[in-house]
Nanobody, 115 residues
Framework: QVQLVESGGGLVQPGGSLRLSCVASGSIFSILTMRWYRQAPGAQREWVAGITSGGSTNYADSVKGRFAISRDNAKNTVYLQMNSLKPEDTAVYYC?????????WGQGTQVTVSS
């Protein structure tokens, strides 16, 4: 079983930056592919970015060039650096992973981009 805890959300002005963190429990973090999703009010949850155990990354087109996902296996932590934030980035952000066919989700952290 994997427990995930996100942090780092908040209120930021358009054009600003935030860094989200997600800490995972357990000793298997280094072999897990980690993902970030987001869900805006009234919208479906959407995938944002992913990073494999080997460090390969990929991004949704809507955030490519503005967001960067990274991981620190020594700290069991995955990060999402968000730059040039736009109002449409406002959402609850979740980290997620899958192990033996079971999906694990954090509780989410709210990001609000507004002037």
């Amino acid at each position: 079983q994997v427990q995930l805890v996100e942090s780092g959300g908040g209120l930021v002005q358009p054009g600003g930056s935030l860094r989200l963190s997600c800490v995972a429990s357990g000793s298997i973090f280094s072999i897990l592919t980690m993902r970030w999703y987001r869900q805006a009010p009234g919208a479906q949850r959407e995938w944002v970015a992913g990073i494999t155990s080997g460090g390969s990354t990929n991004y949704a087109d809507s955030v490519k060039g503005r967001f960067a996902i990274s991981r620190d296996n020594a700290k069991n932590t995955v990060y999402l650096q968000m730059n040039s934030l736009k109002p449409e980035d406002t959402a609850v952000y979740y980290c997620e992973t899958r192990n033996y066919g079971v999906d694990y989700w954090g509780q989410g952290t709210q990001v609000t981009v507004s002037s």
